[in-house]
């Protein structure tokens, strides 16, 4: 550790940093991972200029969840966010004791953004403004969800469709499910730190509009001299689905694919302003996604071919996401890693690049600069790596074992109790049940399932 934190975190001029984190996004939905009807020159540009890996995972397969690793480096067990936060509903949010990588980043002199979907807490004190970063930008959860009953709306905050204050106050005073009307169902707030400043948020708008907001972020953190982590979580492709004007209509996969399309065009604009601006050699850009598609909305969700299942399992179709990370002077270009990662590893891998310490609090991430810069012979720092929401499993290099295992696209199966185990480089779609054949690696995969329980909880 020392060594790689002199070699790297001492250099005279520390990376910038950007994560682009797409929501409910498929394996195969982007034209580099194999997608036969959606194009997306710009991401694929990317990949050709950096590192493509086929083996990237979230430990969770829902957003909340998936998040706050992300965030935290933690598995979402053990800082107590195991599924999905709504708005209304008194569940709170990520607990700012936990610290985040932008609050790691920012202890050494980083500008730090959140623009996008939040979705770690909706009340004053789980928002990013509050959890690292300077600013904010975004709808602070899902986009088919509701406003928060005590949201705080910007003196002149821009109404749409017809709302008021007014027209909000009699929502909430009529019929609630799960205390949120009826009447405001789909309909967002747009934020900009801790107000609204649109609503309903005009969601044929916000991928453009948040490409604006991270390209005005880095322009003024270049201005000022800081190294910058600008943090870019698209509301889409999460359901209900919208594209701009210029792009609706337009792709082969109808809706879907619009917006797609959308996202990596706006992908290529903050790429392009990063070269213009002369930073392009010195930033790290990361492009995944926070969980497997949405198989259920049929053509409004996207494509895990040739993985098996997808959102809400923690089958290879839920877990494993495209992921591609460009970095000029450190990534080699043009190049495959095939080794177990996860966005549970950029936290701990982040403080190391730029010479940060780390949380006192225990983490899960591993170090994964070696796999990043290609260096020969480097192996995933995970001998296992865990995945949970409705269905309990674990990695092992080839072997993925299920303890328990949840399907949304086979209604009459739902869960099942029965324990599975799957060779991944001989069946990576998870059709041959092989634990029968080889128990003695099953039982060791559950010995490490149960102990990972012990460890982080369930």
Known sequence: MSLWRATWGNAAEKPNVVIIFNDDQGYQDLGCFGSPD????????????????????????????SRAALMTGCYQQRVGVKGVFF??????????????????????????????????????????INQGFDSYFGIPYSNDMHPAKNM??????????GQSLQTLKEAFAG????????????????????ECIEFPADQTTVTRRYADEGIQFIS??????????????????????????????????????????EIDFNTGRILD????????????????????????????????????????????????VPCVMKWPTRIPAGTVCSEVASTIDLHPTLALLVGADLPE?????????????????AKSPHE???????????????WKYHKTKHFTTMKDVGDKTEPALYNLKQDVGEAHNVIDKYPEVAARLANALEAHISRVGK
């Open 38 to 65: 959606i194009k997306t020159p710009c991401i694929d540009q990317m990949a050709r200029e950096g590192m493509r890996f086929t083996d990237f995972y979230v430990s969770a397969p829902v957003c909340s969840a």
């Open 87 to 128: 708005p209304n509903r008194g569940q709170g949010g990520l607990d700012p004791k936990y610290v985040t990588i932008a609050e790691t980043l920012k202890s050494v002199g980083y500008a730090t953004a959140m623009v996008g979907k939040w979705h770690l807490g909706d009340d004053l004190e789980f928002l990013p």
């Open 152 to 161: 705080k709306y910007a003196d002149d905050c821009l109404f749409r469709e």
């Open 175 to 194: 019929e609630l499910k799960n205390g949120s009307p009826r009447s405001l169902n789909q309909k967002v707030p747009l934020m900009r730190n801790t």
């Open 220 to 261: 003024q953190s270049v201005n000022a001299g800081k190294p910058f982590f600008l943090y870019f979580a698209n509301t889409m492709p999460h359901t209900p689905l919208h594209a701009s004007p210029l792009f609706e209509g337009t792709s082969e996969r109808g809706l879907y694919g619009d917006v797609i399309e």
């Open 273 to 320: 302003h990063l070269k213009h601006l002369g930073v392009e050699k010195n930033t790290l850009v990361i492009l995944t996604s926070d969980n497997g598609p949405w198989l259920i909305k049929k053509e409004n969700g996207g494509s895990a071919f040739p993985l098996f299942e997808g959102k809400f399992t923690s089958f290879e179709g839920g877990c494993r």
């Open 361 to 377: 609090m225990e983490l899960d991430g591993k170090d994964i600069i070696e796999l990043m810069t290609g260096k020969k012979g």
């Open 384 to 398: 296992y790596f865990f995945m949970d929401h409705r269905g309990l499993s674990v990695r092992s290099g080839d």
